[in-house]
């Protein structure tokens, strides 16, 4: 089969790490190659090389067997390789055909010939299953539909080889399951693909081969059928991962959290949460599953106090938090992991340290008098660093510099270790790998059982079912029924999310 893509003997030191250690890999014509490895693991640093982000200290990238030079994504670009990053890149005011025209060669010392664009954005879109609308503004499409755009925008530029970057760590699963349609499609004309992810079920189901890194080196490439969930993730972490998550009986005690007929709008000002009620109960954790999109992320902003409720009620540890601000609700003992962890779990530019104390740094043990102490932060994030295992250098670089799934472990951490009441957790694994999700989840049962209160958003239907003493299913705004997690199944939640009422099937409303 042909090479259409390889790169040899790659090798990347950043200060203190060794991110790439004299990889080699190959990609074929035609075949979906996935990538799996632990947070770190230097995935995203070899893509970055390939598309000429990053220079190699050493090693060679070759394109059709042909040793290629590459100073810039535009070299990449000339030779056919096209990637989509896990944050997108596109600007949110301007339309489908205008984000694809942006920065293309053809297009910069012409005419703006936005109707030709918009043309070809038509076939491409047709020829591969794509769909998207070449006048919709960007910032109105979700993210499913964003991600195509980035994905055309690739196409646009003839790209032959395609790179995406935990492409699904973002999609519902019904926007991943058209993801893996369209990149079939792509493929079967040629195209070849690099797919990196943490989720193994994907990785079984879509990939031609799977290669696994640790520690900047790949440990081995395997075939979907010579493997197994269990042995991709012990090749990944180097030992046994336990993907179930053990747990007793939860004794719920007094309620923490009670919501009663909160309402809340939108960013267009549309009504997202339409009068929700509910109750958190001290030891025991709430799961509220639902098809992204369904008022889950305005009703976490509300609780949290980013956003202003025009109705209902939110009573926390005794007290009315009804629109307070976040500070006074996280001095009350909430403690939250939001879903966008770049707009409101960190600022990026700060020491790893720092955002290990970005919510309590004026507050003994870290400030005292107004006085901030150095070692107090200092004692705090080793200790983080080290439990929860988060893979820097040192805890003061800029949180910029360490990998998507380690930055996620700096918010998971410092959250998880502060003296609270109530946990607010949406998405908490989104982006881990395995061990650490699975060290996780373990660790919030255990919160749990110390009689915290736990709020549990996420996407993952397993997470949910994992996790929760009771589920809670958001549709169109509304929490259609809560159930005892024992007593339902996957499929009746899945029924649940998509619509159904709950009065028609055989578990009644509690
Ligand atoms: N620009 C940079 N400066 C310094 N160190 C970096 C930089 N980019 C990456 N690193 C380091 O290189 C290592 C590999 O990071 P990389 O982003 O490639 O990991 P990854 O496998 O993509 O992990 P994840 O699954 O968390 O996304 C990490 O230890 C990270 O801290
Ligand atoms: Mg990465």
Redo the contacts with the bound molecule.
């Keep these: 089969m042909t090479i259409v893509l390889e790169a040899k003997n790659i090798t990347k030191q950043?200060?203190g790490?060794l991110?790439n250690d004299n990889v080699d890999f190959d990609l074929r014509q035609g075949e979906i190659h996935a990538m799996l490895?632990?947070?770190?693991?230097?995935?995203?640093?070899?893509m970055n090389i390939i598309y000429g982000l990053y220079r190699p200290d050493a090693g060679q990238v070759s394109v059709d067997g042909q040793p290629i030079v590459i100073h810039s994504p535009k070299d990449s670009i000339q030779h056919g390789i096209g990637m989509v990053h896990q944050h997108f890149m596109l600007i949110p005011v301007f339309s489908v055909a205008e984000n694809i025209m942006l920065g293309d060669e053809t297009t910069r010392y012409g005419a703006l010939d936005r109707k030709t664009v918009a043309q070809r954005v038509r076939e491409l879109s047709h020829q591969y299953g794509l769909d998207v609308d070449p006048h919709a503004l960007v910032g109105q499409l979700p993210v499913g539909l964003q991600q195509r755009v980035e994905i055309i925008k690739t196409l646009y530029r003839d790209a032959k080889i395609l790179i995406l970057d935990?492409p699904t760590a973002v999609l519902t699963p019904q926007e991943a399951e058209d993801l893996f349609r369209i990149m079939r499609e792509l493929t079967e004309k040629g195209v070849s693909i690099i797919f990196?992810t943490?989720k193994l079920k994907e990785v079984l189901a879509v990939a031609d081969r799977i290669t696994v890194?640790r520690a900047?080196k790949v440990v081995g490439t395997v075939k979907p059928k010579e493997t197994s969930e269990k042995k991709l993730a012990a090749l990944m972490v180097g030992r046994e991962v336990i993907l179930k998550v053990e747990k007793g009986r939860a004794k719920p005690g007094a309620e923490v959290l009670k919501v009663d007929g909160l309402k809340v709008h939108d960013k267009r000002g549309l009504e997202s949460v339409s009068g929700v009620s509910f109750s958190v109960r001290a030891g025991e954790v709430l799961g509220i599953a639902g098809v992204q999109g369904n008022g889950q992320t305005e009703l976490v902003e509300a609780l949290t106090g980013l956003t202003h409720s025009p109705g209902g009620q939110v009573w926390f540890a005794g007290s009315d938090v009804t629109n307070r601000m976040p500070r006074t609700i996280t001095e009350t003992g909430m403690a939250h992991i939001p879903e966008d962890r770049l707009r409101h779990g960190l600022v990026l530019s700060y020491a790893v340290a720092d955002n290990m104390v970005l919510n309590t740094y004026y507050l003994p043990p870290f400030g005292v008098g107004g006085i901030l102490q150095p070692k107090a932060i200092d004692a705090n994030a080793r200790k983080l660093v080290q439990e929860f295992d988060v893979?820097?250098?040192s805890p003061y670089?800029p949180t910029s510099?360490?990998?998507?799934?380690?930055q996620q472990k700096v918010i998971v951490a410092r959250e998880l270790s502060r003296e609270v009441k109530l946990l607010i957790a949406n998405q908490p694994t989104r982006?881990l790998?395995v061990g650490s999700i699975e060290y996780i989840h373990k660790e919030i049962v255990a919160m749990r059982d110390r009689g915290l209160g736990v709020l549990l958003v996420s996407a993952e239907l397993d997470e949910i079912m994992a996790l929760s003493d009771r589920i809670a299913v958001m549709y169109r705004g509304q929490i259609v029924t809560i159930a005892e997690a024992g007593k339902v199944t996957r499929e009746q939640l899945g029924l649940w999310m998509a619509g159904a009422h709950p009065e028609g099937l055989s578990h009644p409303h509690t």
Aim: proline share 6%; no cysteine.
């Design positions: 950043f200060p790490v991110a490895g632990e947070n770190g693991a230097g995935k995203t640093t070899l935990e990196i943490h890194m900047g893979r820097t250098p670089v510099k360490l990998s998507g799934g380690n982006g790998d």
